[in-house]
């Protein structure tokens, strides 16, 4: 089986924009990959963070996991922070990275931008994000475009270390997908949904309860026309509540054109309100019974144990390929 390797991390409650555009696509990918989704608390302390908030966010964040319907007897799943390879790994490629590269990354520029101290962990990101990916043999890594130049330089790392010191690492390639994976904020439909946005009904979080669904929807940014029609350069907030409509609610772009032909955006906006709150309900049932269960901790130790022992192999043949002394 090909093998994948994805991440999100647990700064915050998971929007519908993570589910629709990452979590719900690796629940489809557990049956044919041999997956490994890894909550990774590691990224998430480059910008300060709350030490009760990251702990809760963690276990929450793999109570979700669970609850979207990710099986821990098909997957690996795991806390990035119990896997020691992860940084020591990171460590020898950063010694393999230029600035030069690192100074190319949009997203540190977009991150750092106005603030008067920047972390080097939030400059050095992408490299972890590449040790990430490379401790586990990765195939494949599906990714939105906002981190697709991430995964490039994670690709001219690899490359560069195996030309340098022998074949070590597997180049791993993206897996996009053309439809749903860039949920945009509902306040501004030209700006990713978020989960740094400080407008709360920007985004619809998986956890939500549905009066706050149904005001972030009714509240949601459309435009001066009364046409439900997929339009994305003219009609950047009506296509984007369109998508979420489609994914969640499994019909056609064009039978939503058709359904709505002639009845105006309060009509759409109320059914779709109806179509999340009752995709939500059962994952925000499951994810209380499996929150109250113990069974998160039980199963982030038993995917620490299988993360180990893979990325302890590729971690050693990297090593010694560089010519440290392993016994």
């Excluded at 910008?47 to 276990?59: A, I, R, T």
């Excluded at 690899?158 to 074949?167: H, S, T």
């Excluded at 070590?168 to 509902?186: E, Y």
Aim: net charge neutral; glycine share 6%.
């Amino acid at each position: 089986m090909k093998r994948v390797f994805s991440g999100v991390q647990p700064t915050s409650q998971i929007h519908i924009g993570n589910y629709i555009g990452a979590i719900k696509r690796f629940v489809d990918l557990q049956d044919d990959m041999d997956c490994f989704f890894c909550i990774v608390d590691l990224h998430s302390i480059t910008v300060p963070q709350d030490p009760k908030k990251l702990y809760e966010n963690s276990l929450q964040l793999a109570a979700l996991y669970m609850a979207v319907g990710l099986d821990p007897n098909k997957v690996t799943l795991f806390l990035q922070s119990h896997v020691p390879a992860h940084s020591e790994l990171a460590w020898l490629l950063q010694c393999n990275t230029y600035m030069g590269e690192l100074n190319r990354m949009t997203q540190f520029k977009e991150k750092s931008k106005g603030k008067d101290t920047v972390t080097t962990g939030l400059y050095t990101y992408p490299v972890l994000m590449a040790a990430d990916i490379l401790l586990y043999g990765t195939d494949y890594v599906p990714v939105g475009n906002d981190q697709k130049q991430h995964l490039e330089i994670c690709r001219d790392v690899a490359l560069r270390f195996n030309k340098k010191f022998g074949e070590t690492f597997v180049i791993p390639d993206p897996l996009i997908s053309k439809f749903g994976a860039r949920i945009m904020a509902l306040d501004d439909p030209t700006k990713k949904m978020s989960k740094s946005n400080e407008n709360k009904h920007s985004k619809i979080n998986l956890l939500d309860t549905p009066s706050k669904i149904k005001k972030s929807i009714m509240k949601a940014i459309t435009d001066s026309d009364s046409e439900v029609r997929y339009d994305v350069e003219n009609k950047p907030g009506v296509s984007n509540l369109m998508t979420i409509y489609n994914i969640l609610g499994g019909l056609s772009l064009e039978d939503i054109e058709n359904k709505y032909a002639g009845l105006g955006y309060g009509a759409f906006k109320k059914d779709l309100v109806e179509i999340v709150v009752l995709s939500l309900e059962p994952i925000q049932k499951k994810y209380e019974e499996i929150l109250n269960s113990g069974e998160v901790e039980k199963v982030l130790k038993k995917g620490a144990e299988k993360a180990n022992e893979v990325s302890n192999e590729f971690l050693e043949k990297a090593k010694i390929n560089m010519g440290f002394v392993v016994f």
